[in-house]
């Protein structure tokens, strides 16, 4: 159990995060949609311990940076370092042993390829692989499914659901509902720094139409083809 309580983040004179308090449950998929800048990233780094803020996050995992895999939108990378080297240097930080390339390669990529050749979709793969491979109790996913193929995309939800399935607490940030609405369990919608609204899977046919409205598209509907 994860327990977020009235978590504030102001930069400067702007705040961008306003008494966020949600609880997130072992074994349970959680979505966080918004606008860009309504503060998902900022939320994701406070909570791995990246951003200094106001508010509490506690946790019945013990000290949570040792359990939490955080898979940013744009992960770094060294560009002379291998994909090998570089899920062996996060089994390393964990210290698990690296179970090898076979195991490790849940995307097919080319590991003995140096990471600076790598497309941006291939980075991202190799860093969620990276995430995964480790063990981690907790895992947050900021636009998991941006700048991968499709049949990444399947693999990725598959691979959500059997983390889920595995007990893992994981929290995802999308732009794609119906990514989110496959896997997730419950949606946090998050305007100007604020947790506007919780929606419960049963509810997510009623959260799509509101997006719509949210995101101002809803005018295509009334349109001729």
Do not use: W
Not at 84 to 90: C, D, G, P, V
Not at 123 to 129: D, G, H, I
């Amino acid at each position: 159990m994860i327990e977020i309580s009235k978590l504030s983040k102001s930069f400067g004179k702007k705040e961008v995060l306003k008494n966020i308090s949600i609880s997130l449950e072992k074994g349970k998929v959680y979505g966080i949609v918004g606008e860009n800048g309504a503060g998902k990233t900022t939320l994701f780094n406070c909570i791995a311990g990246l951003e200094k803020h106001n508010g509490d996050v506690q946790s019945t995992f013990g000290n949570l940076k040792d359990v939490t895999g955080f898979l940013q939108t744009e992960p770094f990378f060294f560009a002379n370092m291998t994909g090998n080297e570089y899920l062996r240097l996060f089994c390393n930080a964990r210290n698990i042993a690296f179970a090898g390339i076979e195991k490790s390669n849940i995307f097919n990529l080319p590991l003995q390829d140096y990471v600076g050749t790598y497309s941006t979709g291939m980075k991202k793969k190799l860093a969620l692989s990276a995430v995964v491979i480790q063990k981690n109790a907790f895992l947050i996913l900021d636009e998991p499914f941006n700048g991968v193929d499709i049949h990444s995309n399947f693999i990725i939800t598959e691979l959500i659901k059997k983390l889920r399935d595995a007990g893992k607490t994981i929290l995802i940030s999308s732009h794609i509902f119906s990514t989110l609405s496959d896997v997730c369990d419950q949606i946090f919608v998050l305007k100007e720094g604020e947790i506007v609204n919780t929606v419960e899977k049963s509810a997510f046919g009623a959260l799509d139409d509101e997006l719509k409205t949210f995101t101002g598209i809803a005018f295509l509907d009334d349109l001729e083809f």
